[in-house]
């Protein structure tokens, strides 16, 4: 290739990135050998150069779909599946890294076509050319760790933007997708959008109408645990795509309440950022305050969203119905919507019962539960942020003390009165108890496990031995 020239990116080469990977080299020597081509691309590629840990390796080659199979079988993987064989991709996996070939494409729709076949591309150019950002369009020879850049991704990486390789109109028109993705890597990578690129996809927004559900609504769970979900969600609703793919997201921008932000949306985002980036958690985040904007009355000049847990969750569940969600997480989300208020709501004079009437009514959610509760408090105050974590915290413990107590009490001999009636071949009497007692005691202190039987057996023979009176002799 003519433009093969050593490139560095924040500092450090991209080559030495590779060496972690000592099977890319194998890959290309067996790919070279056999005469084809073989390249690190898109994804893999972008987040080599910016540091990002990563276990993908993208290669585009231009074998086709069985060559493939044939020398990635050579290389020895663990396991190999087909990503999509009509579609030109290969996976294999070696040891921690999962290795994705796919043959050059050409045409426009080969990302987002469901056609059961799509053309294949004759040169990397071409294949590089197909793709949506320049940032994704940057390829690597891993033999010499030679830089093939014809869009100036590079430069792009550096500055911290997203551009639509060629014409954005052109791109977006292909793969409405496209610019659900643009924002996704701007709350993946901390990145500004192109101004040019930004304009086509505000002008272009509607389109995200012909783009199936699935699509969408795995986008939207990859900028929800992305590091920076606020940056994502906020270009969502700038740019007009949040009418398309969440219109409910839009009246929390004009709902004001007291004090702590300005508008429901302000506080959303930072709730969204607050909770570990797991997709229930972020989901439930986003969704929590969702039934306020249609709650919102004002008394006495004050401001109340009554009942908006319950009516956020009956939207949660229309919204993640028509994502499709699975039911099971639907489920959860919608629940942690319906509680989010709850340990809040927590005091000290709380009664033990009351404490398991709650785990009971949050079992499976509970952890989760707590998270999004500490999450929800965003008050500027810090000791009101300290005095509502704690809260949290102290209702936290409690439960474990609770959970704690019930499984001490679940404890039991590993032998019951029939057992050692059996065993000993006597009727019932008081000589039971004692050696009950005994074996549980031993389960207690952790000496004798539950279910082990046959060493309570031999225990409880010990004993009997031991301590003749109980059988009154
Ligand atoms: P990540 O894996 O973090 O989502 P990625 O960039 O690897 O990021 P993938 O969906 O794995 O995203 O796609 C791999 C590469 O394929 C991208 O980097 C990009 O070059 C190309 N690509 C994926 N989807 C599209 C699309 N809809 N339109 C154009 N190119 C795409
Ligand atoms: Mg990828």
Redesign the pocket.
């Known amino acids: 290739m003519s433009k093969s020239v050593e490139v560095t990116t924040r500092g450090t080469s991209v080559v030495e990135n590779l060496v972690a990977a000592p099977i890319l080299r194998t890959l290309a020597a067996y790919f070279t050998e056999a005469g084809y081509e073989l390249y690190l691309?898109?994804?893999?590629v972008?987040?080599a150069l910016l540091h990002r840990p990563?276990h993908?390796l993208?290669l585009a080659t231009d074998a086709h779909p069985p060559v493939i199979k044939r020398l990635l079988a050579q290389a020895r993987p663990d396991s190999r599946y087909d990503v999509g064989e009509k579609f030109g991709t290969i996976g294999a996996t070696f040891g921690e890294w999962v290795v994705?070939v796919?043959t050059y494409r050409s045409e426009e729709y080969?990302?987002?076509s469901r056609k059961p076949a799509v053309t294949f591309g004759t040169s990397l150019e071409e294949d590089?050319s197909?793709?949506?950002?320049t940032?994704?369009?940057i390829a690597q020879e891993p033999a010499t760790g030679g830089m093939l850049d014809p869009f100036h991704g590079l430069q792009d990486l550096q500055r911290g933007l997203i551009r639509a390789?060629g014409d954005p109109a052109e791109?977006f028109r292909?793969?409405p997708?496209?610019m659900l993705?643009a924002v996704?890597?701007a709350a993946?990578l901390g990145f500004r959008i192109d101004p040019t690129t930004r304009a086509a996809l505000e002008l272009q927004a509607g389109a995200l109408e012909h783009v199936s559900t699935e699509r969408i609504a795995a986008e939207m769970t990859?900028l929800l645990v992305a590091d920076q979900p606020a940056l994502g969600l906020e270009a969502l609703c700038d740019t007009g795509l949040a009418a398309y793919v969440m219109p409910e997201l839009l009246p929390l921008r004009s709902t004001g309440q007291d004090g702590r932000h300005k508008d429901v949306f302000g506080h959303t985002l930072k709730v969204v950022e607050n909770v570990p980036a797991t997709p229930i958690l972020r989901w439930a985040a986003l969704l929590h305050d969702i039934g306020k904007p249609r709650t919102k009355t004002i008394q006495d000049g004050k401001v109340h969203f009554f009942r908006h847990e319950m009516v956020g969750a009956r939207m949660a569940r229309k919204i993640l119905r028509r994502l499709r969600f699975d039911r099971d997480s639907s489920e959860r989300i919608q629940r942690l919507v319906a509680e989010h208020l709850r340990p809040n709501l927590y005091t000290p004079e709380w009664t033990d019962g009351a404490v398991r009437r709650f785990l009971r009514e949050t079992e499976g959610i509970t952890d989760d539960l707590f998270a999004l509760s500490r999450a929800d408090i965003t008050s500027y105050r810090r000791s009101r942020v300290e005095a509502g974590v704690a809260r949290v915290n102290h209702l936290e413990a409690r439960c474990r003390e609770l959970q704690a107590q019930e499984d001490v009490a679940k404890l039991q001999s590993p032998l019951d009165g029939n057992d050692l009636m059996t065993m000993f071949d006597r009727g019932p009497g008081p000589w039971i108890k004692p050696i009950k007692d005994y074996l549980l005691e031993l389960v207690i202190d952790g000496e004798l496990a539950q279910d082990d039987r046959k060493s309570a057996v031999k225990l409880a023979q010990n004993f009997a031995n031991q301590n003749p009176e109980v059988f009154g002799e």
């Open positions: 691309v898109g994804g893999s972008r987040d990563t993908d993208d994705e796919t080969a990302f987002a590089l197909r793709r949506d950002f940032i994704n369009a390789v791109r292909e793969d997708l496209r993705r996704r890597f993946e990859r």
